[in-house]
């Protein structure tokens, strides 16, 4: 077998240079995130921007200081014990690269980083091949292997100082992929690996950036916007163009029918959700509708769990389901996919219809002995996992394309093939697709280039697809949770960020909530997170569907035909199919970061968003319904019949960019109203003030912060929005003064703008109004002068609506 010695970075195409003495004078990094100044005592020059650690210390922007064989920041120690062989590359203000050499080639390295210990951390990492899931600890031996982020927050010296935060991200060096683990000495390794064992290196070294901030929010996002630029490879979620279903309610079929989805089952569930006042909008018509075939189901014989996933797609039309042969003699032309398309877009007023495939086509990838695929030439291929991914938790689906191997589509034919099936399913009248089981390629990667450059060019070529035959950037990534994909992300707005929803299974619903949140700190930044789809009728239903409203993300169900609970859906959904999504993905608030909300026992699930003008928190008792995978500490609550009940504290300051993005200058650092969605009660609370909430197992509450801001006349005033919906303030598009002209003549007004009707208007109004017009309409409304809370009914058919307050 050939070897390929791979040239990983600019640095590795010239030889090392030892023995180099002190440098004097400071150099200026060229990086175009900053020209800075770097001051050195002692270290081994390798390149124009790269240092080889040695003894004493390199000193980065006066924060980042590496010195005795210990990183620090500010007096904090990072990192220590860091071996002689690790590099550092000084990257913009606070920020650097680290990686190491070896004396070795080889296509895959463990290199030790340095001691971590004593110290409060939060890894993110694929406990299987698709999926992440966060973990927290104290110590490098608590950092799983696969780990993709690692944030510690870095404690001050001096009592009564915030804390800080270091980011550690794992990143693409060339051809190598990098992820973190721990070891039992409680050291931080790297693994860099390309996929292909003919493609090997010595080196890797700018194997994982590192940044320090005093927000971690911020920290995120400014890692990722250097990333960005660094890279080239991939773009931040603020840049990218949002589909337009996100902003309205859908359907998706797999938990409904599985596999056996069909026309009139769609039909059904179409109509029962429509009739019963929450109409969708969106449909996704998951697996099933495809041309396969499966030699391992055989017909007449007993379904094999697993067999499933050796099918392979025979040909990129819809398969008999989805088709009427016609007859002739009666007039009856034949129908397909575009005939039942256009028919539920037409009954049922859909706006976006998706379909689901697989990166290869299917699970099973394509078959490469029917008529038709040659085109493509697929080459079965047996899927090989990294020794990462084993470590870890096997997962099933991939255990048997192990079995039955993939159909792998030759990478020159890649682009071919999606611009075939893209302009296909448009000319089916189809929107957009779902495209599912993208980590595949890591396993298929020997002899094809290695796992980050045959990921690229798919990724590439998917992008170039949508963007060529659908308007709207019309694609929902899945099982496509690595870095690998993540950094080759340019167009790709919306990804799945957890494990499946599974409703039969009733120790993973609030794990599922818990992994979408953290998740998202990573995510978050490149996509919209998109948390999948769950049942309305279940016990977690409310659970899931407060979650969604505070997410950020597309909501869609997945129910049975008249298997509804319209009460959840009710306040998630307005009548005319819009959902109220809030700004940015949910995130845990910043005293959740380090805790454990699924089996420590003691702390709530805060999530924490905004809207125009106001914010969302949701809180969630995670503890004693299931346990985190691959960790050994289970939930000592698990499995208990009793409530395992909880107490915690809220603020206002939980909000990250409440102040500078909502309150803006009117509010001047006053209070908060904020409004309680389980007692409908509306409170005001400075910033920092705090209440206590005590929720059950699997019971959540939502709360909108409203700031209070100063008019006209002293007029104290704060919107809720829709106190009916969990997402009140979403509903709220603008607020303004206003002149209005009376029989008294003019006097001032607020107003406010804002969406959805039959519902009821809520806000914190200081004094009461003297007359309340609802589009133009002078209309009855309710007060309260204890807590100042202002009620007004919506009519029925107001999609959108303004009123007016006149003190």
Same mark, same amino acid.
């Given at each position: ?152 927050? #870095? /404690? %001050?010296? +001096?009592?009564?100082? *915030?804390?800080?935060?270091? =980011? ?5 060096? $060339?051809? !190598? ?113 495809? #041309? /396969? %075939?499966? +030699?391992?189901?055989? *017909?007449?014989?007993?379904? =094999? ?5 050796? $099918?392979? !797609? ?494």
């Amino acid at each position: 077998m050939s070897m390929q010695v791979l040239m990983l970075s600019p640095a590795a195409r010239k030889p090392l240079q030892h023995n180099v003495s002190i440098l004097s004078s400071s150099r200026a990094l060229s990086s175009s995130c900053l020209k800075q100044k770097i001051y050195s005592h002692a270290y081994t020059l390798q390149s124009r921007k790269t240092w080889k650690y040695s003894v004493k210390s390199v000193l980065v922007d006066t924060k980042p200081v590496v010195k005795d064989g210990v990183l620090s920041f500010n007096g904090n120690n990072a990192l220590t014990g860091i071996p002689d062989n690790v590099v550092v590359t000084p990257w913009c203000n606070s920020s650097f690269f680290l990686g190491a050499t070896s004396t070795q080639s080889t296509s895959r390295h463990v290199f030790k980083l340095g001691l971590i210990q004593d110290v409060r951390l939060l890894c993110l990492f694929r406990f299987k091949i698709w999926w992440v899931i966060p973990r927290v600890g104290k110590s490098a031996s608590d950092i799983p292997v696969e780990t993709q982020m690692l944030l510690l927050e #870095s /404690t %001050s010296q +001096e009592d009564g100082e *915030e804390p800080n935060y270091i =980011v550690f991200l794992p990143v693409l060096d $060339g051809d !190598l992929r990098s992820s973190l683990q721990g070891n039992s000495s409680n050291e931080l390794e790297v693994c860099v690996e390309t996929g292909d064992p003919s493609m090997v290196a010595s080196e890797s070294l700018k194997a994982v950036f590192v940044n320090y901030g005093s927000n971690p929010f911020d920290l995120m996002k400014e890692s990722m916007k250097i990333l960005v630029e660094y890279l080239g490879t991939f773009t931040v979620r603020e840049s990218k163009q949002l589909p337009g279903m996100l902003d309205w309610f859908g359907w998706c079929t797999w938990d409904a029918f599985y596999h056996a989805v069909s026309p009139p089952g769609i039909r059904d569930g179409l109509k029962s959700l429509s009739e019963g006042g929450t109409p969708p909008r969106f449909l996704l018509i998951d697996d099933g509708w495809q #041309s /396969t %075939s499966n +030699e391992y189901q055989k *017909e007449g014989e007993p379904f =094999v769990e697993g067999t499933q996933f050796g $099918g392979r !797609l025979v040909s990129i039309e819809e398969n008999n389901k989805f088709r009427k042969p016609g007859n002739e003699a009666q007039g009856n032309p034949p129908s397909g996919l575009k005939d039942f398309v256009l028919e539920i877009k037409k009954s049922y007023g859909l706006k976006y219809v998706y379909v689901w495939h697989a990166l290869m086509g299917y699970w099973g990838g394509l078959n490469p002995s029917v008529p038709g695929t040659e085109k493509y030439n697929p080459k079965l291929t047996i899927p090989v996992q990294s020794p990462g991914n084993l470590a870890n938790k096997r997962d099933g689906s991939m255990d048997s394309m192990e079995s039955y191997g993939v159909g792998v589509i030759d990478p020159s034919k890649i682009v071919e093939f999606y611009d075939d099936l893209h302009s296909y399913l448009v000319s089916q009248n189809v929107d957009g697709v779902k495209v599912d089981v993208q980590n595949i390629l890591e396993t298929v990667a020997t002899g094809l280039g290695g796992r980050v450059a045959l990921t690229r060019h798919f990724q590439q070529a998917l992008e170039m697809s949508i963007a060529k035959n659908f308007q709207d950037n019309s694609i929902i990534c899945c099982m496509g949770q690595s870095t690998d994909s993540m950094y080759h992300s340019k167009r790709s707005a919306i990804t799945r960020v957890s494990d499946d929803y599974y409703p039969k299974n009733p120790t993973t619903q609030t794990l599922h909530i818990a992994a979408v949140a953290y998740n998202s700190i990573l995510f978050g930044e490149v996509v919209v997170p998109d948390w999948d789809m769950f049942y309305s009728k279940h016990e977690a239903a409310e659970f899931h569907a407060v979650a969604r409203a505070v997410g950020g993300c597309g909501v869609y169900v997945s129910d049975k035909p008249g298997q509804h609970d319209f009460t959840v859906l009710k306040k998630l959904v307005l009548p005319d199919g819009a959902v109220l999504r809030a700004r940015y993905p949910g995130r845990p608030t910043r005293d959740c970061l380090f805790s454990d909300p699924v089996t420590d026992g003691t702390s709530l699930l805060k999530i924490w968003n905004l809207n125009k003008h106001t914010g969302v928190i949701g809180i969630f008792n995670c503890q004693g319904a299931g346990s985190w995978p691959c960790l050994d500490r289970t939930n000592t609550a698990e499995g208990e019949t009793g409530s395992y009940e909880l107490s915690g504290q809220v603020s206002p300051s939980d909000i990250e960019y409440l102040e500078e993005e909502v309150s803006g200058k009117s509010w001047r650092g006053g209070d908060y109203a904020v409004f309680s969605f389980n007692s409908g009660s509306l409170s005001q609370l400075s910033k920092r003030d705090t209440f206590a909430i005590t929720l059950k197992k699997l019971e959540c509450n939502v709360f909108t912060v409203s700031p209070i801001k100063m008019y006209k006349q002293n007029v104290k005033l704060a919107p809720i929005g829709l106190i009916n919906m969990y997402n009140s303030g979403g509903a709220v598009e603008a607020v303004e003064v206003v002149e209005v002209e009376g029989s008294a003549g003019s006097s001032s007004g607020i107003k406010i703008k804002g969406k959805g009707a039959s519902g009821c208007f809520g806000a914190f109004s200081d004094p009461r109004p003297k007359l309340c017009l609802v589009n133009s309409t002078q209309q009855n409304f309710e007060y309260n002068t204890e807590d100042h809370f202002f009620r007004v009914a919506i009519p029925s058919d107001a999609n959108s609506w303004e009123i007016i307050l006149c003190y």
